[in-house]
């Protein structure tokens, strides 16, 4: 019998195993399952590296898991640590975790603060967060500001966390790609010592693993499992083309001097139709994401002769799985960013009249402008 029609659980967190979406709870390579089972210890990749490098590996989870997750939680005495996405704030959002946590407090997270300009002052990005934060429900008792990636803020992370827990466990939420698994190999590393086991458990009620961190003989930190965003562009993409849209270095603005009836295209991705110029946009982006000008009755017929060659990503290739593109419609009061989420944003003066493209499920939306 072929070993994949088999029901095998992980001993470390109870997932039945699966070999087919790495993505997904339970996931092992074939290699690793058939070594498992000559040997009687099955794990999953995530336990396996969990036990023998105490390395998080990313799991993804459907909103119906998660929500029964959040529900576990509220029904505790903890900390909630809340990790975000600054460069891509509003499709890191978790709907509703006001409603989710009950009384337990909630501290703000940012991460990828590296990817920011240097001229960016963290307490006004502190504040701007606070205050994104207000719009969508959420009181957080503190912000704190880190790069998971380069080890950036982390002890000064943990020592916050340390004086707002008081001696309960921690819950580490966020949706998937916000760096949320980085973040917490690199507090594990600071934080673990010899005589302190990672373990791993199911949340009552649900095949979600949880995984513990312990801070003392009483209390942990409980990484959770990232929740999926339909919505981001990550999803619209195939992994070749992610490196288009994921920073991995400071991004640099770019000007651009609009005139009336100019299309900015970023790639085939999106588009920004500026019907009435009221001075020079700025754009936001990853570096080696292609920003291409045009003229307003020319931008159709130039997306369908050049999408996929010189407006790349997606490549030619993945073009054809890509949703269309759909428009929204804005006017500006004041100096405004409009977003496209999980790609970047354009800063625009206030009286503009703007139309602004993006696939299909993807959100485009404003906000007043954070630089």
Not at 37 to 45: D, K, R
Not at 63 to 78: E, G, K, Y
Not at 162 to 176: N, W
Not at 262 to 287: H, K
């Amino acid at each position: 019998m072929d070993n994949t029609d088999m029901d095998l659980i992980c001993i470390g967190c109870g997932s039945h195993l699966q070999t087919t979406d790495k993505d997904k709870a339970g996931y092992t390579p074939k290699s690793a399952l058939d070594k498992g089972i000559e040997s009687g210890e099955l794990y999953c990749q995530r336990c396996f590296r969990l036990r023998h490098y105490n390395e998080i590996v990313p799991v993804e989870l459907t909103d119906d898991d998660f929500r029964r997750l959040l529900s576990q939680i509220q029904d505790t005495d903890a900390l909630i640590v809340y990790v975000i996405d600054l460069f891509d704030f509003n499709g890191s959002l978790i709907p509703g975790l006001h409603r989710f946590v009950g009384d337990n407090p909630v501290m703000i997270v940012g991460n990828k603060e590296d990817i920011f300009p240097k001229s960016i002052k963290r307490s006004k990005m502190k504040e701007w967060v606070k205050q994104q934060a207000h719009a969508n429900g959420l009181r957080p008792i503190d912000v704190q500001l880190t790069s998971a990636k380069n080890n950036h803020q982390v002890e000064e992370l943990l020592h916050q966390i340390e004086r707002y827990r008081k001696g309960r466990d921690v819950y580490v939420v966020g949706v998937t790609n916000v760096g949320k698994s980085t973040l917490i190999n690199q507090m594990i590393k600071m934080q673990n010592g010899v005589d302190n086991v990672i373990t791993t458990s199911r949340f009552p009620g649900t095949t979600l693993d949880r995984i513990e961190i312990p801070f003392d003989e009483h209390s942990n930190l409980i990484d959770t499992p990232g929740i999926i965003h339909n919505d981001q562009m990550a999803h619209v993409l195939a992994a070749q083309d992610l490196k288009y849209i994921a920073p991995q270095k400071t991004i640099k603005p770019k000007v651009f001097q609009l005139n009336d009836n100019q299309t900015l295209f970023m790639g085939a991705l999106a588009r920004f139709d500026y019907t009435n110029s009221v001075g020079p946009v700025t754009t936001y982006f990853e570096n080696n994401l292609n920003i291409h000008r045009t003229k307003l009755s020319n931008a159709d017929d130039f997306y369908d002769r050049h999408a996929g060659e010189l407006l790349v990503p997606p490549t030619a290739e993945n073009f054809k799985d890509l949703p269309e593109l759909v428009s929204h419609s804005f006017r500006t009061e004041r100096k405004t960013d409009v977003v496209f989420e999980g790609l970047g944003w354009i800063t625009v003066h206030g009286g503009a009249s703007i139309t602004a493209w993006a696939p299909k499920g993807i959100s485009v939306i404003t906000r007043p402008a954070l630089i």
